[in-house]
């Protein structure tokens, strides 16, 4: 059983920086593309970058030049985000594609705030 436990969230200023990460537990034998979604309240889920099993990145125009998602080894994604600005406020999730299946992460809320 494969889990997906989402962690860095909290509350920033305005210009400031957080980092989220998106861990993977258990027997993983494919691994596919990984994707940070947000969602805020009243709002649609909507994609906010991604990453290959290949490397290769896409991101959303509303975070392109201050987010940046990156790997480390297999089993974790990071999701570095700069120049926060209150409309990134929302709950971030990771959804990753293991062994065939999709897998969603529990949430972690952003809030960027004065």
């Known amino acids: 059983q494969v889990q997906l436990v989402e962690s860095g969230g909290g509350l920033v200023q305005p210009g400031g920086s957080l980092r989220l990460s998106c861990a993977a537990s258990g027997t993983i034998f494919r691994i596919s593309t990984m994707t940070w979604y947000r969602q805020a309240p009243g709002k649609e889920r909507e994609l906010v970058a991604a990453?290959?099993?290949?490397?290769?990145t896409n991101y959303a125009d509303s975070v392109k030049g201050r987010f940046t998602i990156s790997r480390e080894e297999t089993r974790t994604v990071y999701l570095q985000m700069n120049s926060l600005k209150p409309e990134d406020t929302a709950v971030y999730y990771c959804?990753?594609?293991?062994?065939?299946?999709?897998?969603w992460g529990q949430g972690t809320q952003v809030t960027v705030s004065s």
């Open positions: 959804n990753w594609n293991i062994n065939y299946y999709d897998y």
């Open positions: 990453v290959t099993s290949g490397g290769s």
